[in-house]
Structures are given as C-alpha cells and as structure tokens.
C-alpha cells in the first residue's frame, strides 16, 4: 500500500520556509537570565543601604527615630502581604482625604450654625454657652415653645465647720386626690443627688434620715421606704458642706403646691475653738 504524498495532503507548504526545525533554548535561557537580573535588583533596592547613607551629625536621636520608623514600615509590610496595603506608603493620600473630610463637614456645620433662615439662628448661641461654662457641665436645650418646670430652690446655711448630716421631711396634703411623685433632693454645692421611685400620698410625711447609724427613709403610711431609693443615690453620705448649701426638691408640678418640706441638723465642729466662735 503507498503512503499518501504530503505534497497532496498539504499542497500549499513551501518545505523551506515552513518546515524549518524551531530553537528556542537560546531564548529561554536569556529570559531566565533577565528575570534573574530584575531580581538580583529588586532584592538589592530592599535592602537599606545604612553604610552608605550621608550620616546626620549631631542629631542622634533623629537617626534612631527613622531607624524604627523603617523597621515598623518593614513589619507592616510583612503583616499586610504586599507593600501596596501599607497605610505608612500611603500617609499624604490619607492626610489629603481626611482634610477633604474636615472641610466638608466643617463648611456644612458652619452654615447650620450661622447662616440665617435655617432655622437654627439659636443653635450657634447654645453651642457658645456649652463652650463657656467653666463648670464643665451639659446644658441641654431645644428650639420650642411652651411651659417648662424646675425644681425648688432654697438655701440651708451649715453653720459648723465640718459636714453636717441633716433630717429631710416631706409633707403631702390630707387634702390632695392624687399621689405625688418625688423625683430627687439634690445639694448643688455638694454635687450630690438623691433619686427617687416614689409617689407620695395623700396625708403621708416622709422623713429622710441622714444622720450617722440611721441612713433611713421612713413614711407615716407605708413604714420603711428605703428601697424606693434609685441604686446609685448616696444615701450614706449626702451632707451639707460648711457655710451655704443650694438644695433642690423636685416633686411633680400637679402636687407641688400641696408638698411641703423642711430639714433639721445638728452643726459639727472640728474642735471646741471652731465651736465658740
């Protein structure tokens, strides 16, 4: 059987120019070689040449600033995988974006703040005055209208020379239908707050006993009520200060004019001089 003529099979193939045999050892070999140069430079470029470096003189501390900058600049990178994820080669792209962030949101603030018909003409004033208390305290406020309620306000004026710890009564009317809330007794000199869970009822006196080895709240009606007392209220060391003590009662304002209230001490002095004077 004859084979077949690959002349007749192929019939277009020129066998000089395309059955020419293919090299490419050379090739390969030159590749390798330039890929092994690129990374002979890159590693070279990695290392920090710290010899060869222009010294800084007299500023010793700069160079161990920078030498610990670069090693936590190294570590990062291990960290991150890649030298592209560390934040350290990106610092001015950071720095660019956060001022971006800075000013936009500082020139929304200062047109809320200021510009008239917004609104908010009483906001920049409220801010200001937070600002300003050299208290350090929070003013809450809002832009309304309407009745607003306080506490009572009265002075107590602690005439010994140490911490006196009083007796508070309260009185709730006989004649009242509704039970009052008490809310808190607070010494604003003292910084100190009595917080309550009770309601006071009709024809109850309640008495806040403060003094040492008693530390007990007591009602005409109902005995012990200690226990309406809010967890965290100093009942233990609520006192008045030497001299004068601001103190507020705040009891719901529906019963308020039927809620009467007082308080008795003994003055304490630090030695018997302080008391005869």
């Not at 019939?11 to 390798?32: G, L, M, R």
């Not at 510009?115 to 004033?125: E, I, K, S």
């Not at 003292?190 to 006993?209: R, Y």
Request: aromatic share 8%; net charge negative; proline share 6%.
């Amino acid at each position: 059987m004859r084979q077949p003529s690959w002349k007749k099979l192929l019939p277009q193939v020129i066998p000089e120019k395309d059955c020419a045999p293919v090299i490419v050892e050379e090739e390969a070999e030159e590749n390798e070689a330039q890929w092994q140069a690129v990374g002979t430079a890159r590693e070279e470029a990695t290392a920090w040449p710290w010899a060869a470096r222009p010294l800084i003189s007299g500023r010793p501390i700069l160079v161990s600033v920078e030498k610990i900058a670069l090693a936590v600049e190294s570590l990062t990178t291990r960290l991150v995988g890649a030298e592209r994820l560390n934040p350290f080669y990106h610092t001015d792209t950071i720095a660019v974006y956060l001022l971006v962030i800075v000013a936009v949101t500082g020139l929304y603030l200062t047109l809320f703040y200021v510009a008239p018909g917004l609104g908010t003409r009483y906001a920049y004033g409220a801010v200001l005055a937070i600002d300003s208390r050299p208290d350090g305290q929070i003013v809450i406020g809002y832009n309304a209208s309407g009745t607003g309620y306080t506490s009572g306000t009265t002075e107590l004026e602690n005439s010994g020379s140490v911490n006196a710890f009083p007796v508070i009564v309260l009185s709730y009317s006989s004649a009242a239908t509704d039970t009052a809330p008490l809310y808190s007794i607070s010494n604003l000199t003292t910084q100190q707050t009595l917080a309550f869970s009770l309601g006071l009822v009709p024809g109850e006196i309640v008495t806040i006993d403060l003094r040492h080895g008693i530390k007990r709240i007591s009602g005409n009606v109902r005995g012990d009520l200690t226990g309406t007392l809010v967890p965290g209220s100093p009942l233990t060391t609520f006192k008045l200060a030497p001299g004068l003590n601001v103190l507020n009662i705040f009891v719901d304002i529906a019963a308020a004019a039927n809620v009467t209230a007082y308080a008795y001490w003994v003055p304490n002095y630090s030695s018997l001089e302080d008391a005869t004077h």
